[in-house]
């Protein structure tokens, strides 16, 4: 489960199915125990072959719009400025 702020972060900064495979991906990496591209779409719940949603999965992680200061350095900070909070 993912926070809702991340929830509404991602969605400000992702397209609709980028969200969703970006969701499913996390998802899937806190299930696994390695964390290996290949490992991942092995178990990627995608219909199409693994080779596929390996491809796949390479070119969403290489957007660029999924870099550090567009998407964790904001969502870093709410985090820690909460904590400061408590």
Known sequence: MIPTFYQTHLKKQLTKAQ?????????????????????????????ITTESRRRKLQRFLDLPNLTISLIWFPLITYSLSQKDEV
């Open 19 to 47: 969200f969703l495979v970006m969701t499913t991906l996390l998802s899937v990496m806190q299930s696994e125990k390695q964390v290996r591209l290949e490992r991942l779409a092995r178990v990627f719940p995608y219909p």
